[in-house]
C-alpha cells in the first residue's frame, strides 16, 4: 500500500496569506489527524477527520480549518498568516476502527514558512 | 501543557550499548504509543501499549507501562548508528479518542 502523501512538501508564503495543504491517507483509513510542529512547541494536535467529520479539536485558533473529502482525503487551511505559524504540519491516518486510536501513520509533512 | 514527557532530553551513546528513554504523563489514558521521527521528517509508529498491559516487545525495542507511576520507558538493545533519531511517546486520554498528545522527545545519538 503506498503511504501517507502531504502536498507540497514546501511552501513559502507572507503574513497575512493563506495556504491550504493536503494530505492523502492510506488506503482505507478513514481518519485523518493534522499536527503542527515546532521546535519551540513541539507536536501539537490540530484536528481529526473521521468520514467528513471533525471529531476532535485541538487548541488553535479559529485560523486553522480543515475538512475531508469522501475519498478520505482532507485538507487543511490557515487564513491570515502569522510568523508564529511557520512549522512542519505533518498529517497521518489510522484506521480507527472501535473506540480506541490504533497506530497512526505519517506522511511526511508540509514545512511552511511565513516571512 | 504536555500530555507526556521524555526524559532525558538528549541521550549519546555507543553502537551496541543499550539506550533507555522515559515518559510521563498526568493523567489516565487508554494507551500509549512510541514514535521515532528522524530529522524533521514525518514520524513513523514503533509500538503501541494499552493501559491494561505491562510489557511489550518489538524486535530490539521493549516497552513498559505503569500506570500506578504513570510512566512508560523505552528500552533499544543492541543500538545502531541507524537508531540516531527523536523518539516521541504520545498518549491517548480517556475520553479525548482519537487525539493523541504528544511529549517533546528525547534526541538519540548512536555513534558508530
Known amino acids: 500500500k503506498a503511504g501517507v502523501t502531504q502536498t507540497p512538501r514546501y511552501l513559502i508564503k507572507t503574513r497575512g496569506q493563506q495556504v491550504t495543504l493536503s494530505c492523502s491517507p492510506i488506503s482505507g483509513h478513514r481518519s485523518v489527524s493534522w499536527y503542527q510542529q515546532t521546535p519551540g512547541q513541539g507536536l501539537q494536535f490540530l484536528f481529526e477527520y473521521f468520514s467528513e467529520t471533525q471529531r476532535n479539536k485541538g487548541n488553535f485558533p479559529g485560523r486553522f480549518s480543515g475538512r475531508q473529502f469522501s475519498n478520505s482525503r482532507s485538507e487543511m487551511n490557515v487564513s491570515t498568516l502569522e510568523l508564529g505559524d511557520s512549522a512542519l504540519y505533518l498529517c497521518a491516518s489510522s484506521s480507527a476502527v472501535g473506540v480506541h486510536h490504533n497506530e497512526q501513520f505519517f506522511g511526511p509533512g508540509t514545512r511552511l514558512t511565513v516571512l | ?26 493523567t489516565s489514558i487508554n494507551n500509549l504509543q512510541w514514535y521515532r521521527q ?75
Open chain 2, 38 to 112: 528522524n530529522s524533521g521528517r514525518g514520524l513513523v509508529h514503533l509500538i503501541l501499549i494499552r493501559s491494561n498491559e505491562r510489557e511489550k516487545h518489538s524486535g530490539r525495542l521493549r516497552v513498559t507501562l505503569d500506570t500506578s507511576k504513570k510512566s512508560s520507558s523505552l528500552l533499544i538493545t543492541a543500538s545502531r548508528a541507524a537508531d540516531t533519531a527523536s523518539y516521541f511517546c504520545a498518549t491517548e486520554v480517556g475520553g479525548s479518542n482519537y487525539k493523541l498528545t504528544f511529549g517533546k522527545g528525547t534526541l538519540l545519538t548512536v555513534n558508530p
Open chain 2, 1 to 26: 501543557s504536555q500530555q507526556g514527557e521524555e526524559d532525558p532530553q538528549a541521550l549519546s551513546i555507543q553502537e551496541g550499548e543499550n539506550a533507555t528513554m522515559n515518559c510521563s504523563y498526568k
